[in-house]
Every structure is written in C-alpha cells, then in structure tokens.
C-alpha cells in the first residue's frame, strides 16, 4: 500500500509540473500561430489542461482517501485488502491464487483483484473453508477458500 501512494504521489508531482510550467508556455505558443477557432494546437493543448487538471484531482481524493484508511482495523482471519487467497475453483477443479489489491494496483491476468471487482467483492470477509458463488460478467464461479495470508501475515504494514 505504501508502494501505491508513492506511485500516485510521484504522478500527481509530474501532472502539476505539465500543469503549471509546460502547458501554459504551449497554449501561448498556440495562441501566437493565430485564429483561435480553427487552431490545432490550441485546441489540444486546452484538452490536455482539462485532463491533467481531472486527473489531478482524481489523485487528490484518492490519497485523502488511503491516508484516512486504518490498516490496523482489516480483519486477522477472513479476506481483506493485501490479503493473499488460495481458492478451489469448484467447478474446474483448479486452484487460483488471488492477492486483493486497490484498484491502481489491480492487475487480473496475474491475479491482483481490486477490492471493487466482482470476484474481490465476493471474497471479501470470508474464511477458509468457506464456499461462494460470485456473479461476473461470464456467469457465476464457484470458489472453495483454501488457504488465507492477510495484510498482518504478509507484514505489508511496514
């Protein structure tokens, strides 16, 4: 967790230097070429400022939003965020492993699930041994909890 948030912070430092030093010089350098109404440049480079400034704010939120999250109150024993999950996918008779991550660090083809995604919402508070039937866009799966390492085991908290 402490990886994304500087991650997320070293993007915010570089879109405020493109906000605030390199997109004012090019939307001057683009308001010397003339008629403002049908100039290229002028007109990228006022979408860039209102993507940078969204996306700024976009990160603002998101790291109030992990500065005020209390690791300590993610459960010891059933599935939470940092959490690494063995699952028994019932109906193929195979075993996944999941870690369940935010969603800037989600990655599912290498088994990183966002917390908000349908399969880490489904295995959210659960414990090993439990059985779940999550809906995704596919179907439905049907997973056996095998084995469980929380956020405390993987001592991510350092």
């Not at 028994?88 to 996944?96: H, M, V």
């Not at 290498?110 to 179907?139: A, C, F, H, W, Y």
């Amino acid at each position: 967790m402490i990886d994304i948030k500087k991650k997320l912070q070293d993007e915010m430092v570089a879109l405020e230097h493109e906000f605030r030093n390199e997109l004012p010089k090019e939307i001057l350098r683009a308001r010397e070429l003339g008629d403002l109404s049908e100039n290229a440049e002028y007109h990228a480079a006022k979408e860039r400022q209102g993507y940078v400034y969204a996306r700024l704010s976009q990160l603002k939120t998101r790291l109030q939003i992990m500065s005020m999250a209390d690791l300590t109150k993610i459960p010891h024993d059933c599935v939470g965020l940092g959490s690494e999950i063995v699952v028994l996918d019932t109906r193929k008779d195979e075993q996944i492993t999941y870690k369940i991550v935010t969603s800037e660090e989600a990655d599912a083809p290498n088994g990183m699930i966002s917390t908000s995604s349908p399969i880490g919402r489904g295995l959210l508070n659960k414990k090993v041994g439990d059985e779940v039937q999550i809906v995704i866009p596919g179907g439905t799966k049907e997973f056996e909890i095998l084995k469980l390492k929380t956020i405390h085991d993987l001592d991510d908290l350092s």
